[in-house]
Every structure is written in structure tokens, then in C-alpha cells.
């Protein structure tokens, strides 16, 4: 069955600097997402992304962040200078052919992100 | 401000028994309702999705109900087994359908 794959699965960084995760969504969606759950907090839409562009992002998603496709397969959010605060596991997410999230949503397994 | 309220305290109920859960949001018009099961360190598990139109939406031992008066959803596990012990999420979708929102989760403990 095909999945939403996540690399690195643990990220450890000091803070200021950059780190980027990756993701591989399903091969045949069209829609992307990122999320973020703070440890024993609930899970918070960052941004969605279509037809390579932002469709909808949310206050997080400040200037610190973006995100990518850069080519046909991966979907990248960069976060440019770390804060502590951003210490979170990142959820990539992929949805179908139409509609967005009128339709099931697949979620990958997370990257842990640890600035220090 | 948008609200998404689900009972943060753990719901334990015996093997075979029904668990409900109860999601309520407030100054939120969402064209869709979703819920999610979340196991420990993974990510969240589409199960259902109800539209605003829909009474109610039912899945194998799964249902889920919205009700846009009281602005509210029910989500019901029938003859739940210890494997349904888990995190479950309800999310509301924005009518450009670009945008979910979550709720904090209420954990579901199911004993034998």
C-alpha cells in the first residue's frame, strides 16, 4: 500500500541554524501539507500546498519557514534559523486527486526536530 | 476565535462495551468534520469524514455523527477491543478545503 515516507526520522540541531525535512507524499496526490505537535500538544496545520504554490498557511508559518517542491517526488519545508521553541514533530501529509481536504488525508510517520 | 473542544481526560471503558467521544467547536462553520486515530510517537490515521450536509457516516464498528445546530460531532466505537486503545482527533476542514483544524485528542483506553 503506498505511504507517505518522512527523512530524517530525528533531527537534532543547535539553535540559529537551518535544517530542512523531507518528504515523499503518494506519487499520484496533488496536495501537501505540513503539521507540527509540540510534545503533549495537539497537532497544528502549517501550511497546504497545490499545483506549486501555497494555498493556505496558517500564523505559524511565518517568514522563518517555506516550503518546495523541487521535483516531482519531494516535498521540503525548511525552517532558516531555528528557535527553541520550534522542537516539534513535523508531519508531512498528502491528500488526492480532487478536493483537498474534502478527501482522506495520509500522514507520514514524522520527523522529531530537537533544536538545542 | 475558532475553537475545537474534545474531553481531555482519558476515557476508560471495558472490552466489548461502546466508547463515545465528543468533539464541540464554537465561532467555526466547517464544511467538513474528520477524524483521526494517533497511536504514541506516529502520525495521525484518517478514519471518517462527515460532510456538513450528513447526519451521519458509518464504518465497520465506527460512527460518527454531526450536528451543525449544536455545533458538534459524536464518534462512537462499538464492541471496542483492547487494539482500540489510542488518541482520537477530530478535525474540521475550512470550505476552500485547504486548511484542517484539530482538536487536542481524547485518549481512549479500552480494557480486557
Known amino acids: 500500500e503506498p505511504e507517505v515516507t518522512q527523512t530524517p526520522s530525528h533531527q537534532v540541531t543547535q539553535m540559529g541554524q537551518e535544517v530542512i525535512l523531507r518528504c515523499v507524499p503518494i506519487?499520484?496526490?496533488?496536495?501537501f501539507y505540513w503539521y507540527r505537535q509540540i510534545l503533549g500538544q495537539k497537532v497544528e496545520f502549517l501550511v497546504s500546498f497545490y499545483n506549486n504554490e501555497i494555498s493556505e498557511k496558517s500564523e505559524i508559518f511565518d517568514d522563518q519557514f517555506s516550503v518546495e517542491r523541487p521535483d516531482g517526488s519531494n516535498f521540503t519545508l525548511k525552517i532558516r534559523s531555528t528557535k527553541l521553541e520550534d522542537s516539534a514533530m513535523y508531519f508531512c501529509a498528502s491528500s488526492g486527486n480532487s478536493g483537498g481536504l474534502r478527501n482522506e488525508q495520509f500522514f507520514g510517520p514524522g520527523t522529531r526536530l530537537t533544536v538545542l | 476565535s475558532q475553537k475545537i473542544e474534545q474531553n481531555s481526560e482519558a476515557l476508560n471503558i471495558q472490552e466489548g462495551k461502546t466508547a463515545t467521544l465528543t468533539c464541540n467547536y464554537t465561532?467555526?462553520?466547517?464544511?467538513?468534520l474528520q477524524w483521526y486515530r494517533q497511536d504514541p510517537g506516529r502520525g495521525p490515521v484518517f478514519l471518517l469524514l462527515i460532510r456538513e450536509n450528513e447526519k451521519e457516516k458509518r464504518k465497520e464498528r465506527l460512527k460518527v455523527t454531526f450536528d451543525t445546530t449544536l455545533k458538534q460531532s459524536l464518534f462512537h466505537i462499538t464492541a471496542s477491543q483492547p487494539a482500540d486503545s489510542a488518541t482520537y482527533l477530530c478535525a474540521l476542514v475550512n470550505n476552500a478545503g485547504n486548511m484542517l483544524t484539530f482538536g487536542g485528542g481524547t485518549r481512549l483506553m479500552v480494557k480486557p
Open positions: 465561532n467555526y462553520s466547517p464544511a467538513y
Open positions: 506519487s499520484n496526490h496533488l496536495y
